[in-house]
Structure formats: C-alpha cells, structure tokens
C-alpha cells in the first residue's frame, strides 16, 4: 500500500492551474492537493477565495491574478512564484470557455458569426488555453529537465458538435498542440517532460448552462441528446476529473506522454446504436 501511495504521490511538487477560480478547477486543485502538491491558483480574476477555501481545508496554496492572454504577465507571475513558492512542476491549463456570440443558434446563423468573437474563443483556449502559459513554464521545466503539463481538451475535438464551432476548432487545435509539444519537449529536452490532454464529456458550467438546460432549469433538446449519447446516463460532476488529473500528473503515469483521456461517462465510444 505504501508503494502505491507513493507512485500517487505529489508529495513536494508546486502544481500551478490556469483559469483557477473556474468549477472544475476548484475539485482539480483538492484533487493535487490531496496527493501533496502545492497549489498556485492563477486567474485574470482574484482567486482569493479558492485559495482560502483551499487553506480552510488544510491544504497549501497560494494566489496570483494572471491573465492567460499576456505573455508579459505570465513570465512576471512565474518569477514570482519561482521566488516565493518555487519552480512549477505541474502545469493544469484549465483557462477556457466559449461565448454565445461564437455560437450557432436561432438568432444566429454561421454566416452571421462575427470574426471578432470567433477570435476571442480561438484565442482564449489555444494560446491561453494551451500555448503561452507552456512557453513560460515549460521553459522552466525544460531546465529542470522534467514536469508535466496538462491541457484540456473536449469531445467537441474529436467529434465536431453542432452550434460550437469556433470552440470546436480551438479544441481540435489543443489535441494537436498536445501531441507536438509532447515530441518536442521529450526529444529536445528530456524525456521525463511529459504533455498530454484531458477530454471531459459534458460536464454542467456556467460556460455551457444556457446550452444544457432551459431558464427552469429543465434539459433542453441538446441537453437530452447528450444524455441519450451517454451511456452513463449523467452529466459529469467535476469530482470526476480528479483520479485522472492525479493519475496523469503523478510518476504513476511516467511512461505516458502526448495522449488525450476522455473522461465522458462513455460519450465518445457510443455510436448510438
């Protein structure tokens, strides 16, 4: 039993989450705090209260307001943290979202979809989803010659959905930056740099709440289709995501790098028949 924990363990490693004061960020950080991580919670909003919260139940953590779309900001935040908490050995690029400007919908169609919003949601999950914040502290790692850096991606990369298309392109766009940054950093670098990607189903947020449920709160037509295409028959809980999160930024997963994990209640593998 020993010997498991250990291979769990993130006993003395700093994890740093983008996008901290999000939902899901909230279970992943307890998540790696749990297994013994340090937590650095960064968010273009103040993530003070997820930090108390975090420290209320006894676990480390410290906040930083960052926003994932300046690179100045973030390399300023990350000789921050570097002095006062230490180097970041994990990297949960959590900042993400959509906007309903960037949808397909009743009052709008794709040929109505301005440039505008549909750049914003590339932007804000590619390059600050995914891109810059692994320029800085993956160059940190680098120099260490090991850490990890976990990205997250969606269903809607694997299998287009309707209505969300800019997102669907920046998450399809995520996976494939996974991958090559895998490659890169293993074969220049070193090989216990590891990259890969969560691909959570559909899990309720205020992101995508107005897609899933009515303003009574009942399932709308898409909401129901999900569930229908669901074989676990539910909506995720962001609880869900923390076995894998530990999983893949733990030495259990040492010889895995540049894959992509449903964690979808069997969304992806059901063809509906």
């Known amino acids: 039993m020993e010997r498991l924990k250990e291979l769990f363990s993130l006993e003395g490693k700093v ?14 950080a307890r998540g790696l705090g ?9 968010d273009r909003r103040s993530p003070d209260e997820r ?3 975090l420290r209320a139940e006894g676990l480390k953590a410290w906040g930083y ?3 994932v779309l300046d690179r100045g900001e973030i390399e300023a935040v990350a000789e921050q943290v570097r002095r006062e908490v230490g180097r970041v050995d994990i990297l949960v690029n959590l900042a993400g979202g959509n906007l309903p400007e960037a949808t397909v919908g009743p009052d709008r169609s794709f040929f109505d979809l301005p440039l505008e919003a549909l750049e ?15 320029q800085v502290f993956a160059k940190q790692m680098a120099e260490a010659g090991e ?3 976990l990205n997250i991606a969606s269903m809607a990369a694997f299998r287009p959905l309707t209505r969300v298309v800019g997102y669907a392109a920046a998450k399809a766009a995520v996976v494939n930056f996974t991958q090559w940054l895998a490659v890169h950093l ?34 709308t037509p898409r909401g129901q289709a999900i ?10 809980a962001p609880e869900d995501l923390i076995g894998t999160v530990v999983w893949l930024a733990s030495p259990a997963s040492a010889f895995v790098t540049g894959v992509v994990v449903p964690v979808d209640g069997g969304f992806s593998a059901y063809a509906g028949v």
């Open 15 to 28: 994890a740093l989450l983008t996008g901290g004061a999000g939902v899901l960020a909230e279970a992943v």
């Open 34 to 42: 749990w297994a013994g991580a340090r937590l650095v919670i960064t």
């Open 51 to 53: 930090v108390d919260m």
């Open 65 to 67: 307001r960052m926003d």
């Open 120 to 134: 914003k949601v590339v932007a804000l999950n590619l390059f600050g989803g995914a891109i810059l914040p692994s």
């Open 147 to 149: 850490g990890v850096i």
């Open 186 to 219: 293993a074969q220049e670098y070193s090989p216990r740099l590891r990259v890969n990607a969560i691909a959570p189903g559909f899990f309720l947020t205020q992101q995508n709440r107005y897609l899933l449920l009515d303003e009574a709160g009942h399932l």
């Open 227 to 236: 569930l229908a295409h669901t074989p676990m028959g539910r909506f995720g």
